[in-house]
């Protein structure tokens, strides 16, 4: 019995320190130096809960000198890095990608100060990019509408905005004008026909019954502007 029992322990301390071994030996897989020295730390523990088993306490010395000289290499590299990429970075997501790196060494003593000003540095930039990315879209957009802008006024349908306005103004002449140089679009024809009309009954309120007829005819178009035509005609007939 005493015999079993001393082969299940030999069997189960066998079996940590296997596991031990092997952890130490992965961390040459681990690219990030925060997860070596995870890994070697904790196998610097099976290491030590094994005792004088094997070189148990040789295995657990060197997994905590090799996790101290990774982790001190590492910060070291990754701040490096860091900088570097700060420096290379030409984008928004160039200096995030430098801020990720950083905020790796925050809670480290050595760093912290550093890294902080260096992240807030990075969050400039990127507040900078993002205000000309704004001004950019700002001065796009006042192109564009200016080249809009530009063919408009180039187009009929300038003249007819122009002859509209005067003639909600009351200023039908000018509005025929610009009617004119909007020939090319259909709605200018009845626009034109409701400015004559007016204009003909102007005429018509001042005494001058002959242009107020022309500018009835122009209108014809109109019903009451054809009324208005032919009660003219008879009128100026009977005379």
């Known amino acids: 019995m005493a015999e079993e029992l001393f082969e299940k ?7 940590l320190y296997m596991d031990a071994v092997n952890l130490q030996k992965a961390v040459t897989c681990v690219l990030r130096f925060e997860r070596k020295v995870t890994a070697l730390n904790s196998a610097a523990k099976k290491f030590e809960s094994l005792g004088d ?19 001190a290499r ?9 900088l570097r990429k700060k420096e ?27 890294v902080k000003e260096q992240i807030q540095s990075c969050k400039k930039e990127i507040a900078h990019i993002e205000s000309m990315a704004v001004w950019i879209r ?5 192109a564009v509408l200016a080249a809009v802008i530009v063919v408009f006024l180039r187009t009929p349908g300038y003249p007819f905005v122009k002859g509209f306005v005067h003639q909600q103004m ?3 002449e000018a509005a025929l004008a610009n009617y004119r140089e909007a020939s090319a679009i259909p709605w200018t024809k009845d626009l034109k026909a409701s400015c004559h009309y007016k204009i003909g009954m102007q005429k018509l309120e001042s005494g001058e019954k002959e242009k107020a007829l022309k500018h ?9 502007a054809r009324k208005k ?3 003219l005609e008879r009128e100026l007939l009977a005379k």
Do not use: N, P
């Open 9 to 15: 322990k030999i069997s189960k301390e066998e079996k």
């Open 53 to 71: 088993y094997k070189d148990a306490r040789i295995r657990m010395q060197a997994c905590r000198e090799e996790a101290c000289a990774v982790d």
């Open 74 to 82: 590492g910060a070291k590299e990754t701040y490096e890095l860091a």
């Open 88 to 114: 290379a970075a030409k984008k928004k997501s160039d200096y995030a990608d430098a801020i990720e790196e950083f905020r790796r060494l925050r809670r480290r003593d050595e760093y912290r100060d550093r």
């Open 138 to 142: 700002r001065f796009t957009l006042l």
């Open 170 to 172: 009351g200023e039908y």
């Open 216 to 224: 009835f005819k122009k209108a014809k178009k109109l019903k009451v």
């Open 229 to 231: 035509a032919k009660e």
